[in-house]
């Protein structure tokens, strides 16, 4: 047994486009900058995904790297960060972090602290620009190669609904950086963070190996629709097949039903950490010593 309880930090996971925003971050951002409809263009990108057998998010940082080639646009990671500024959140959301952070230390006495991450398929250069980033501990999304003039080139990494899954790995073990391996096997109990301490929040079927992987595990999830939308009934079929513990409408203020919902999975998840911790004391009080010496003449 290590020394002292650890496993008291608690993670909610977020996606962004339809989760926190309403309109995927391009829409705001890249789109505008290179005079493309949003309708066509991903209309587009899945013709060609289709047609080609390709992955949608490919063609579209394809597709991007070429309408700027045209308009003969270049645009450098600062750009990038730059056209965030355009994005527009959910309601509550600029003040939901710090909320939910006051509310873990308060119901639980300061023994336990809360931790955000973000987990989206769209543009890590765009993401580190928005004015939500500090509240992150770690945003992983797809990113571009930048050349020796600083101009964007070719997609590096890329991050698909199956590969969130990765992530949630790398927050669970806290091996968060993507350089190292997460292969090597690790007993749940020196897992930094623990599927029953996550709280994965997203909107749709892109979300469903990251939510099944979660609730597989032990932890919880929240499905979330924009009230002016059509994914209200995506989240009941997430609800339905108990992929998501909960829906709610993507009102992040205070008093909303998703605000209720989730600090009910929170205090979920403080009482069952001061269990886990009192079970751990009360082993480690009654442990018997070793018994390597015994028999030795």
């Keep these: 047994m290590s020394k002292s309880f650890f496993q008291n930090t608690i993670a909610l996971v977020y996606d962004f486009d339809g989760t926190l925003s309403p309109q995927p971050m391009q829409e705001y951002t890249v789109l505008p900058k290179i005079g493309v409809e949003p309708a066509q263009f991903w209309a587009m990108v899945n013709r060609e995904a289709r047609d080609t057998e390709s992955d949608p998010m490919l063609v579209y940082m394809r597709h991007i790297l070429e309408a700027l080639e045209r308009v003969r646009v270049d645009v450098k990671r600062e750009d990038f960060a730059a056209m965030a500024r355009a994005i527009e959140y959910f309601p509550g ?14 119901r639980s006495r300061g023994q336990a602290k809360l931790q955000h991450y973000l987990i989206s398929a769209g543009q890590k ?20 190669h930048f050349n020796h003039h600083g101009i964007a080139t070719f997609p590096k990494l890329l991050v698909t609904d199956t590969m969130k899954t990765q992530f949630m790995f790398r927050i669970n073990k ?3 950086a993507v350089t190292e391996s997460i292969n090597e096997h690790m007993p749940e109990e020196e897992r930094p963070i623990p599927f029953q301490n996550i709280v994965y929040v997203g909107d749709g079927m892109t979300d469903v190996p990251s ?26 079929k997430l609800l339905e097949a108990r992929r998501a513990d909960f829906i709610a409408e993507a009102d992040f203020r205070a008093g909303s039903r998703l605000t209720r919902r989730v600090r009910l999975l929170l205090d979920a998840i403080v009482a069952d950490i001061a269990y886990r911790r009192e079970a751990y004391e009360c082993r480690a009080e009654n442990e018997r010593p070793s018994r390597s010496g015994e028999g030795a003449h």
């Design 211 to 236: 939510m099944a992987l979660t609730k597989k595990s032990g932890g919880h999830t929240v499905a979330v629709y924009d009230p002016k939308g059509k994914g209200r009934a995506t989240c009941v």
């Design 93 to 106: 959301v600029a003040t939901w972090f710090a909320r939910m952070n006051a509310y873990v230390r308060k």
């Design 174 to 176: 806290g091996i968060e």
């Design 125 to 144: 250069e765009i993401l580190d620009g928005v004015s939500i980033r500090r509240h992150f501990k770690r945003i992983y999304a797809s990113e571009y």
